[in-house]
């Protein structure tokens, strides 16, 4: 791994667990978020709405670290224009519902658009789905066909 992945790594490291001792959550639940709202961008991005759709993303690696990296620059922001560095953590009461609508809002990545590399990768699990999918039928048909 070089230097500079591992700089990058630590520093994402560190900035999770800033933003969840912010938001008193766990990592887990972090991690939580960012799969779940990255499904859902991708859907409203392709304008898609069923299970291949999930599928085909949740196999892209490519669309993954695309997306967490959009994730992390956004955490970043977030910790600027929350001072987190000069709060004292956890945020409690209304400050802390303050800072959840504050870190929603600024995750919505509406102005987003993934890399050709992300889209190729879930282009190309999406065609091997629907592939397998039409096999499948065919196979089905055959079948419903010698028991005729």
């Known amino acids: 791994m070089s230097f500079n992945k591992k700089i ?5 490291e ?7 001792k912010a938001l008193a959550i766990t990592t887990a639940k972090h991690s939580e978020i960012v799969f779940d709202e990255g499904i859902n961008y991708i859907k409203r991005f392709l304008s898609l709405n069923d299970l291949a759709i999930e599928s085909a993303v949740a196999a892209s690696v490519k669309y993954w670290a695309w997306w967490r990296n959009q994730w992390y620059l956004t955490d970043r922001q977030f910790i600027y224009e929350a001072s987190l560095y000069k709060q004292d953590l956890p945020f409690e009461g209304q400050y802390l519902k303050v800072a959840h609508e504050l870190y929603y809002d600024m995750h919505q990545c509406n102005r987003l658009v993934p890399n050709r590399d992300a ?11 629907y592939n397998q999918e039409a096999k499948r039928i065919e196979i089905a048909i ?6 005729d």
């Open 8 to 12: 990058y790594e630590l520093h994402s």
């Open 14 to 20: 560190h900035v999770r667990e800033v933003v969840c």
């Open 119 to 129: 889209l190729n990768d879930i282009h190309a699990n999406l065609r091997a789905l």
């Open 142 to 147: 055959k079948s419903h066909k010698n028991r």
